[in-house]
Nanobody, 124 residues
Framework: QVQLEESGGGLVQAGGSLRLACAAS????????MAWFRQAPGKGREFVAI???????THYADTVQGRFPISRENTKTVYLQMKSLKVEDTAIYFC??????????????????WGQGTQVTVSS
C-alpha cells in the first residue's frame, strides 16, 4: 500500500517557477515508478513526466520537455521542478505510483495509487 500527498502548488505569474513535491508513505516506495499527471478545467488527465524506480530513467510530455525536470529522493519524495511556466500549464497536478508501466508511462491506467492533487494556476 502506498499513500501519496502532493504539495507546492499555488498561484504564479507566467515565466515563474514552482516546485511540486509528492510525499509517499509505505515500505515499498522503491518498487514503484513515479509520475506526474495534470488535469486542466474541462479536459482529461494528461501525462506530464515519469521517473523510474531507480531514478535513472525519465520521460516527459513534449509540452513540458526541458521545463519540468522530475526527480526522486530516498526520503520517499518525488519532485517536479516547474520552470518557465505558461498560462496553459494551469491545472491540478497529481502524483501517481505504478509497479508495471507500459510504453513510456503515459497511460493513467498503469498507476495503482494517486494523490489528491495540488492546484497550479499561472496568470498572464
Amino acid at each position: 500500500q502506498v499513500q501519496l500527498e502532493e504539495s507546492g502548488g499555488g498561484l504564479v505569474q507566467a515565466g515563474g517557477s514552482l516546485r511540486l513535491a509528492c510525499a509517499a508513505s509505505g515500505r515499498t516506495f522503491d518498487d514503484y515508478h513515479m509520475a506526474w499527471f495534470r488535469q486542466a478545467p474541462g479536459k482529461g488527465r494528461e501525462f506530464v513526466a515519469i521517473i523510474s524506480r531507480t531514478g535513472e530513467i525519465t520521460h516527459y510530455a513534449d509540452t513540458v520537455q526541458g521545463r519540468f525536470p522530475i526527480s526522486r529522493e530516498n526520503t520517499k519524495t518525488v519532485y517536479l521542478q516547474m520552470k518557465s511556466l505558461k498560462v496553459e500549464d494551469t491545472a491540478i497536478y497529481f502524483c501517481a505510483a505504478g509497479r508495471s508501466i507500459t510504453s513510456v508511462g503515459q497511460w493513467s491506467s498503469d498507476y495503482e495509487y494517486w494523490g489528491q492533487g495540488t492546484q497550479v494556476t499561472v496568470s498572464s
